[in-house]
């Protein structure tokens, strides 16, 4: 297998390395685009894209590079030239889902995205093979490593939130702009390809509730810890009422989600037959997230991929919520309510909300 590698950060790098440093010779890195202006290191790097796309001794690309631009105009090429394309941008796969996956179909090359969900977590592939043998009930769980990590270290060290996020930045888990993990829409990309793949149906992103961490305080922790309580930031989906959900949800310090810590993710899968299946694994950093990378580019190789399929567009729709939630006010008025609809829920004067589960 011929492969070009779409951006050489810290995902890229890690695909190569992993590459590089184990032996799996069958995987050939042929080209490495870099845009324009980067510093080039190895003989293999260009800033020709037309040099990839056009070349067709390469069968594979491994898009590295995040965002929608120009990386979407990059994948559907390739694909349109016939290469498979294997890539972590969970952005990417949350916001054209059905065209990408139509196109990959249409054009009978791979698409395969197992490193955009969980990081090192084999996720992805497990979620399809259970959803073509037994019925999907929903999944819930953490599938942030960084935010993971900031909360872990507020609970378990004390710290402040500026003092965690600087802690998880200097580690490289988060990065300058910390605003998609803090705010949720990592999270939110992730649980919508998740929902997708559970259920074979494509789940819209408008519409989708999503609270963050950003206003999160050390004296909410300590709250929490005087009631035997512990935070995370969760991705939550029920197939039978088609909810999803984003956002911080209290546990008794006993459960086993709480005592998830540093960057690990932790995902519990629910089924008819086989009842709760659970996931755990490093969620960030070069190594796991390439290690997934290449998990799929194997999989490739040896013609082991379980078909992904899409059937009918669902746009989210919610109504009352019967759970108990934390909420604190920007007047630091601090209530444990009982149910809450949607709209109270988007309440402008709440500076930070956690579902009690």
């Not at 995902?11 to 590459?19: F, N, R």
């Not at 069968?59 to 559907?76: K, N, Q």
């Not at 791979?110 to 043998?133: D, K, M, Q, T």
């Not at 209530?335 to 309440?347: A, L, P, Q, S, Y």
Request: proline fraction near 2%.
């Amino acid at each position: 297998m011929n492969i070009a590698i779409l951006g050489f950060g810290t995902v890229g790098k890690g695909v190569y390395e992993i590459i590089k440093n184990n032996g799996l010779d069958f995987l050939n890195v042929t080209k490495i685009y870099r845009r324009k202006g980067s510093q080039m290191t190895l003989p293999i790097e260009t800033d020709d894209i037309e040099s990839i796309l056009n070349d067709d001794s390469i069968d594979t690309i491994v898009e590295c590079m995040g965002g929608l631009t120009p990386a979407y105009d990059f994948v559907t090429e390739a694909m349109k030239k016939g290469k498979n394309v294997v890539t972590a941008n969970k952005m990417l796969v949350a916001t054209f889902y059905d065209e990408l996956m139509n196109l990959s179909n249409d054009r009978n090359v791979y698409f395969l995205f197992e490193a955009s969900v969980g990081g090192g977590v084999p996720w992805i592939e497990n979620l399809s093979r259970v959803g073509f043998v037994d019925d999907v009930k929903g999944f819930k769980g953490i599938l942030n490593g960084s935010t993971n990590y900031i909360l872990d270290r507020m609970i378990n060290e004390s710290l402040e939130f500026d003092e965690a996020l600087l802690q998880v930045q200097e580690l490289g888990y988060a990065e300058k702009d910390p605003s998609s993990d803090i705010d949720g829409d990592d999270v939110l990309y992730k649980t919508i390809i998740s929902a997708n793949v559970a259920s074979k149906k494509s789940f819209s992103m408008d519409g989708v509730l999503k609270f963050g961490i950003r206003n999160i305080l050390k004296r909410d922790i300590d709250y929490f810890k005087e009631h035997d309580l512990v935070c995370k930031l969760i991705a939550e989906y029920d197939r039978s009422t088609n909810i999803i959900l984003v956002m911080p949800e209290l546990f008794g310090k006993e459960q086993s989600i709480s005592n998830v810590a540093l960057n690990f993710n932790y995902v519990e899968l629910y089924c008819d037959s086989s009842g709760r299946l659970s996931f755990e694994g490093q969620g960030a950093g070069k190594l796991p997230t390439g290690f997934s990378v290449v998990e799929d580019l194997i999989r490739i190789e040896q013609g082991a991929v379980v078909p992904i399929l899409t059937t009918e567009k669902v746009q989210v729709k919610y109504g009352a919520f019967e759970n108990k939630f934390y909420v604190r006010y920007k007047n630091d008025k601090v209530e444990i309510v009982d149910g809450m609809t949607e709209k109270e829920m988007r309440n402008d004067n709440i500076a930070f909300i956690a579902k009690i589960n």
